[in-house]
């Protein structure tokens, strides 16, 4: 193992890993499929504890039967839940969407709102949901979306020493740009499917190594 080297203060380097996150992923996108801000919100939050993969298999016979938040107010919660069955805890999920979508409908005349504050009054809309519809339906970043790879990472690169998500998401904020917060996210969550995965990082061929106090060893 080589000599470990003394790192950049880590501002510095929150940047540099950035910058480089750039290069290595300069498509990365959101990875759930939708058309509306609706769509992106039900399908948000069906991706909790389950795969966008297996969420985009759900969501074309979902959003055919349910296109809007009227007709999800309006669904009789059985047919929501056959048909996000596989996504797991299958029957909570369905209330939340319902739940959601009747409030979008009573409360935001039938529009998904733009604000923090109210998306997470929305049921089952924390603050990881609200930052993915607020950033990739609206262009708002209003936060950093911290998931497990997210999460992960962070805390493998040394910009956070907490393992709550609401305390390593202000830990980020500081250290990025504004503009910038959910292209981390999305591009952290590709490097970690990648190359940075949980079980066996693969740190012989990640580019952020030397920036990384975890492969500094």
Not at 106 to 125: I, K
Not at 126 to 150: C, M, P, Q, S, Y
Request: net charge positive.
């Amino acid at each position: 193992m080589s000599p470990r080297r003394k790192l950049p203060p880590t501002k510095k380097r929150a940047l540099e890993v950035l910058a480089r996150l750039k290069n290595l992923y300069p498509d990365a996108t959101c990875s759930l499929d939708y058309e509306t801000p609706v769509q992106l919100l039900v399908a948000t939050i069906l991706s909790a504890q389950c795969t966008d993969e297996r969420v985009n298999k759900v969501t074309p016979a979902l959003f055919a039967r349910f296109p809007d938040a009227p007709s999800f107010a309006e669904a009789d919660v059985a047919d929501i839940e056959a048909l996000v069955k596989s996504t797991g805890f299958f029957r909570n999920k369905a209330k939340n969407i319902q739940g959601a979508c009747r409030k979008i409908v009573t409360d935001f005349g039938g529009e998904v709102p733009q604000t923090m504050e109210e998306l997470t009054s929305l049921p089952g809309a924390a603050r990881k949901t609200a930052n993915v519809v607020l950033a990739h339906a609206f262009g708002i970043n209003a936060g950093v979306t911290v998931d497990t790879h997210v999460k992960r990472l962070s805390n493998r690169l040394g910009f956070t020493q907490h393992t709550d998500p609401r305390k390593i998401e202000p830990d980020l904020m500081k250290l990025l740009p504004q503009p910038d917060w959910e292209n981390w996210s999305i591009r952290l969550i590709y490097h970690g499917r990648a190359v940075c995965n949980a079980r066996k990082p693969a740190c012989d061929r990640c580019q952020l190594a030397d920036l990384c106090p975890s492969a500094q060893g």
